[in-house]
């Protein structure tokens, strides 16, 4: 099976081409204080780098989120475009398991907290343990100060990791290729399905303020 797979759930957004659960090629772009869309361009090349059509692709995976407002909406327009031209499936997953099935090399057995930035102080949080044999366990997810989920990995004996944290990683498309094999995709519904936002957007939040919401 040919895939393309993307995520914005930061500011870095990347793109990826997984065939028969291999990733084949991947690359990352900005997704913040440039003057035009990066994402869409970057998976162009990729394809024409590894001469694959559009017709040729099987399958689109998508970061769900929660993350960047913008930035997920951008993902998340450019997966379902694809996916309903193609009359493929879309395929998606959190965000913050990408950023543990996403690392390379892969990250040592171990439990794990992967945790992207959700401003205000806070961070999008969610439990991973990675079992002896590679198989990733995904527990609880929620919204925290940084400083609980700190808290929190001391008591689970847990290492956090993400874009700013001490295992520093991306939540990568490329984490797809493992998210796939191992099963932990839900096939979304192309009509309804939106990126798990998180919270409001600050556009949302200062409009609801200005008129007493």
Known sequence: MIAVALDAATYSGSVALIRDGTVAGDATA??????????????????????????????????AGPGSFTSLRIAAAIAKG???ARAIPLLVAP???????????????????????????????????????????????????????VTRAAELNATLAGPMETVPREPLARGFAVLIAQGLVTNADLVSWEPDYGRKAEAQVRWEAAHGR
């Open 95 to 149: 965000s913050p398991l990408l950023v543990i099935a996403g690392a390379w090399p892969a990250l040592p057995p171990g439990r794990y907290i992967a945790a992207l930035d959700a401003m205000r102080g806070d961070c999008f949080c969610q439990e991973v343990e990675v079992a002896d044999t590679g198989e990733l366990r995904p527990g609880p997810a929620w919204r925290s100060s940084r400083a609980e989920a």
């Open 30 to 63: 900005a997704m913040r204080g440039k003057d035009e869309e990066r994402l869409m361009p970057a998976l162009a090349s990729l394809l024409e780098r590894h001469a694959v059509p559009p017709r040729a692709i099987e399958a689109v995976a998508c970061g």
């Open 82 to 84: 694809l996916a309903a």
